[in-house]
Structures are given as structure tokens and as C-alpha cells.
């Protein structure tokens, strides 16, 4: 299958301080990515949906000026935790349709997830 | 608006036993329903999709998924675990528009397989 990739998968950071993750694919193209959130024994919460060359939709309840998503290219979306605090340590997990042929297969490719912990 | 129940936080299965897992949906039409297995490190794998047809569906690594709308549910089920088959199992459900518009998907809360040889 396709190969989405996170990158850092783990990463600590003082309070205050921004931090990016970046979510590529590595063998496809996807006009698409999305960002999930996994708080410890909870589900995934999409936070965004990111467009290539727009701006991305955030989902209710999502600071979009905390949380700042860049499409920039087709196979790259980045997730930026702006002033980052501790409640933003979390697991964020990105995930990327692969959009060859004109049929949405429905599969969603996930990367492996990075895991922000803010001290 | 669309949800997704794991009742089971944690299963332990004995490698060779049989498994399966519950998920119950909400979701007023029919909804296209998935499940994906997470190993420790990794990202999310499809295991299987039901978006119509036969309600049986068959997917990878000998998983397969009954989708029984009178019950609201997907189980997922093994005959013989493996050991390599411990790690954590999502459900989640996709509307038509989720999928027109964008694959956004619901998960459910997650059941973590532990299989004991």
C-alpha cells in the first residue's frame, strides 16, 4: 500500500516554544491530508482537513491559530502547535488519500503518528 | 451526527483461540464503516471497508467484519489469532457526504488485543 510518513515521530518541547510535524507521502500524491489528535485511551479526533494549495479546513473547536496546517506541495503537510502548553502533548497522527483514478476507494493512509510532549 | 462505540478497552485472546471484536455505530442512512489495527510505532492499517453489498466482508491478514444494520454493528473477527496480531483495533464510520467531500472519519475509542501464548 501507500506510504505516509511523520516526521519527528517524538518530540519535547518547553512551554512557549512552536513545534512543526511534518506529514509526507511518500509514494503518492494526495490534494488531501488529514490531522488527527489521539489523547491517551481515547479515539483519534480530526482536527483538519488540509487542501493542497488552500486553506485548511478546521473541524469545531479547533483553534486554527494555534494549530496552523501548510499544504504547500502534494506529497508534504505540516502541522504547526504554536505557543505550545502542556494540555497540547498529545499524539497527532496524519492520514492522506491516494487520489489515483477517478475512484475514492475510500482507504485513508496514516502516517505514524507523532507524539508532542510540552514541559 | 455520526459516532462510534468500542465497548471493550482491552481484549486477551490465547494465540489459536478465536476473536472478536465489537463496534457499534450511530448513524441514521447507512453508513461505510472500516476497521484498522495500530501496532506500537506505526501508523494505521485498513484491515477492511463495508460500504455496500454483502454484509460479510473479507479483509487482510484473515480478519473479517459482519455489518448487521438491525444491531448498529461491525464485529470484527479472527478464527486464530496469532501473536502478531496483538495491538490496538479501531473501528470508524464515514457518511456518503464524509466520503464525497473528504474521507473524514469517526473512530471509535480503540480495544487493545493482547494475545497470550
Known amino acids: 500500500g501507500a506510504v505516509v510518513s511523520q516526521h519527528p515521530s517524538w518530540v519535547i518541547c518547553k512551554s512557549g516554544t512552536s513545534v512543526k510535524i511534518e506529514c509526507r507521502s511518500l509514494?503518492?500524491?494526495?490534494?488531501?491530508m488529514f490531522w488527527y489528535r489521539q489523547f491517551p485511551k481515547q479515539s483519534l479526533m480530526l482536527m483538519a482537513t488540509s487542501n493542497e494549495g488552500s486553506k485548511a479546513t478546521y473541524e469545531q473547536g479547533v483553534e486554527k491559530d494555534k494549530f496552523l496546517i501548510n499544504h504547500a506541495s502534494l506529497t508534504l503537510s505540516t502541522l504547526t502547535v504554536t505557543s505550545a502548553h502542556p494540555e497540547d502533548s498529545s499524539f497527532y497522527i496524519c492520514?492522506?488519500?491516494?487520489?489515483?483514478?477517478?475512484?475514492?476507494?475510500?482507504?485513508?493512509?496514516f502516517g505514524e503518528g507523532s507524539r508532542l510532549t510540552v514541559l | 451526527a455520526q459516532s462510534v462505540t468500542q465497548p471493550d478497552i482491552h481484549i486477551t485472546v490465547s494465540e489459536g483461540a478465536s476473536l472478536e471484536l465489537r463496534c457499534n455505530y450511530s448513524y441514521g442512512a447507512t453508513p461505510y464503516l472500516f476497521w484498522y489495527v495500530q501496532s506500537p510505532g506505526q501508523g494505521l492499517q485498513l484491515l477492511l471497508k463495508y460500504f455496500s453489498g454483502d454484509t460479510l466482508v473479507q479483509g487482510i491478514k484473515g480478519f473479517e467484519a459482519e455489518f448487521k444494520r438491525s444491531q448498529s454493528s461491525f464485529n470484527l473477527r479472527k478464527p486464530s489469532v496469532h501473536w502478531s496480531d496483538a495491538a490496538e483495533y479501531f473501528c470508524a464510520v464515514a457518511t456518503n457526504r464524509n466520503m464525497e467531500y473528504g474521507n473524514k472519519l469517526v473512530f471509535g475509542a480503540g480495544t487493545i488485543l493482547r494475545v497470550k501464548s
Open positions: 492520514s492522506a488519500r491516494d487520489l489515483r483514478g477517478l475512484v475514492n476507494t475510500g482507504e485513508l493512509f
Open positions: 509514494d503518492f500524491q494526495a490534494t488531501t
